[in-house]
């Protein structure tokens, strides 16, 4: 651990600080920023951090802000970016930024956690040792007192033996949870319990005449588990929505702790969550935006007991390297090695270069005015083999 480190945040009163010095184990340093609005409050943090003394005091800044990063360096610190976004794919007029700012020698390295977003920085000419991947993880505090499945079931109101499909994040369109819905529809007994509503929006509309799906609101963590161990799946919807189209989500939290919950899970063979999870090993991976298929995956796991039990065995194992704990230690020691490392040459931008940045944002503005839409689609890739020597510093 570092001698001395400081959480840089706003905050709303006394009480406040006290619980987030507490969860954080570190002194808060009250950033002069209201907590909304969000653009305001990140415009804000950045542009007053450089005048605390804790700034100077730092030997680096870690941040998961851009703006907030470019301010630390402008102002003369070193910079460790900690963030899940690919953004030179999403919004290509910020590449040119991106690369210089990233190519700063005292930029020391940027964090990505999937492989996926880190091949997206590379691209841009940055050297393999600042853009490196350490993925996320969970608290093993959570899974402690497992619980059976049927007990589970009952604490949640689903009759015994019931067979059931369980979603657990946000609710909304973003996610691609409609192919839940319709995948309800084929299999009218299977129980398809969605958690995390905020209201009455799209997918709860669409659920509304369908018997067998159960919206169910945000969930604290305690409540939460008893639907996870009410799963006879573990569902993240099969779908390229959450990261072509909206851009929202880059190899899911929820990843990590279905792992942990040693229930069978069932995903879409897309690239950022092939990278984890691997079928036939610790899942079962369908092909993307199909119904079909995810019905099949259904059938295929609650018809074969015996394999479903042997994907929830691998994936409880897998686990265990995905600890937060475990992160924590690989970024320190990362940020550590790189404080104490030279810079690397940075390759530069020639006329290939440029002309790819303007061709992309040409491509970029044109889906802008045509959709509304601050995010670029992706092509479609295949599923990337996990690469686990990638999270190691």
């Not at 998961?64 to 290509?92: C, E, S, T």
């Not at 398809?192 to 945000?218: C, H, Q, T």
């Not at 935006?289 to 099949?296: I, N, Q």
Request: hydrophobic share 45%; proline share 10%.
């Amino acid at each position: 651990m570092a001698e001395q480190s400081w959480l840089h945040v706003p905050l709303k009163s006394a009480a406040g600080r006290a619980t987030a010095e507490a969860l954080a184990g570190m002194p808060v340093v009250d950033a002069r920023a209201p907590i909304r609005p969000a653009a305001l409050r990140h415009f804000l943090c950045g542009l007053t951090l450089p005048f605390r003394k804790e700034f100077r005091q730092a030997d680096v800044i870690y941040t998961r802000n851009l703006w907030v990063a470019w301010m630390a360096i402008l102002f003369g610190q070193k910079v460790a970016f900690d963030h899940y976004r690919p953004w030179p794919d999403q919004i290509p007029p910020l590449q040119y930024w991106l690369y210089r700012l990233l190519s700063h020698p005292r930029f020391i390295v940027k964090i990505c956690h999937s492989e996926y977003t880190r091949r997206k920085y590379l691209a841009l000419g940055i050297p393999e040792d600042k853009v490196r991947c350490i993925r996320n993880g969970y608290e093993p505090a959570r899974f402690q007192a497992r619980i059976p499945l049927e007990e589970a079931k009952r604490r949640i109101g689903v009759a015994p033996g019931q067979k059931t499909v369980v979603y657990t994040g946000r609710v909304n369109h973003k996610k691609g949870l409609g192919l839940a819905v319709e995948a309800a529809k084929l299999r009218p007994d299977v129980l398809f319990i969605l958690v995390g509503s905020y209201g009455d929006g799209p997918i709860e509309a669409m659920a509304r005449d369908v018997p067998n799906v159960r919206i169910v609101p945000y969930q604290p963590a305690d409540k939460l588990a008893d639907y996870v161990y009410a799963a006879d799946i573990l569902l993240i919807p099969p779908s390229w929505l959450p990261l072509a189209e909206f851009g929202s989500t880059v190899l899911p939290l929820k990843v990590f702790f279905y792992l942990a919950s040693g229930r069978p899970i069932l995903a879409g063979q897309t690239p950022d969550v092939g990278e984890v999870l691997r079928h036939g090993h610790n899942a079962h991976l369908c092909p993307p935006d199909s119904v079909p298929e995810l019905v099949a995956g259904i059938d295929a796991l609650l018809g074969d007991p015996g394999r479903a039990a042997r994907l929830a065995e691998a994936a409880l194992a897998d686990s265990r390297d995905y600890t937060w704990a475990a992160r924590a230690q690989r970024i320190f020691a990362l940020v550590k090695d790189r404080l104490e490392t030279t810079p690397a040459e940075t390759g530069t931008w020639g006329r290939r270069e440029f002309r790819a940045w303007r061709q992309q944002s040409g491509q970029w503005l044109a889906h802008l005015i045509d959709k509304g839409a601050w995010v670029l689609p992706p092509r479609p890739e295949p599923p990337v083999p996990p690469a686990q020597p990638a999270e190691q510093p």
